[in-house]
């Protein structure tokens, strides 16, 4: 069974602070994928990695950045937290190539910016 | 811009009969299509697919629909349970993305006992 986990289920952060979410999987997948979750707007791709080191952007990464230095771990870093990325995090990771393995997703993040 | 929509937030049904969520598409390059179940505090699972080569897929109690012409999907839930109460995602991919997915909005399926 693949499993993706995320570092923590809840997080309460103040503006400006920097925050780091963590997601690990363990089944030697080379993408790793970070969304958010809002109600009305479904999951919005962040960035994505399709291998070490390697970043790319999604749809939204204005105010977040990257990192992956190991196979297994993908981090989501909030560089100054504000309100409006009070959301759901999603990571998810997937074989290539293209979608016929299908994503598998952690249980999510949810962060609230005070 | 929205490429993938789902024009429903929410659906209720009664227990035994068919649930059909809608999804509509835009980007004609787009060339597989995926249906993913979500409960609260869980992430999204993987329930079923369909390439655009094809117009209908099956698997048990779900069969997903394509009609390539108007840019529609369906998933049709037969009979519907109860425990299929989640939100519902479909998602699109095209060859040249590799294996990044364009999410809806997601649709509230709620089947009553």
């Known amino acids: 069974d693949v499993k993706v986990t995320q570092s923590s289920r809840y997080l309460v952060k103040r503006t400006g602070e920097k925050v780091f979410l963590e997601c690990v999987q363990d089944?030697?997948?080379?993408?790793m994928f970070w969304y958010r979750q809002d109600p009305g707007l479904g999951l919005r791709l962040i960035y994505f990695s399709y291998d070490v080191k390697m970043k790319e952007k999604g749809d939204i990464p204005e105010g977040y950045s990257v990192s992956r230095e190991k196979k297994e771990r993908f981090s989501l870093i909030l560089e100054s937290a504000s309100t409006n990325q009070t959301s759901m995090y999603l990571c998810a990771s997937s074989l290539p190539p293209g979608p016929f393995g299908s994503q598998y997703f952690g249980p999510g993040t949810r962060l609230l910016v005070l | 811009d929205q490429q993938v929509k789902q024009n429903s937030p929410s659906l209720s049904v009664q227990e035994g009969r068919i649930s059909i969520l809608n999804c509509d598409y835009t980007n004609s390059m787009f060339d597989y299509f995926l249906w993913y179940k979500k409960y609260p505090a869980e992430g999204p699972t993987f329930l079923i697919s369909i390439s655009s080569i094809k117009d209908k897929n099956e698997d048990g109690r779900f069969t997903v629909f394509l009609n390539k012409s108007a840019k529609h999907l369906s998933l049709h839930i037969v009979p519907s349970q109860p425990g299929d109460s989640a939100v519902y995602f479909c998602?699109?991919?095209?060859?040249?993305?590799?294996?990044?997915?364009?999410f809806g909005e997601g649709t509230q399926l709620t089947v009553n006992p």
């Open positions: 998602a699109a991919s095209k060859e040249t993305s590799g294996s990044r997915l364009t």
């Open positions: 089944m030697d997948h080379e993408n």
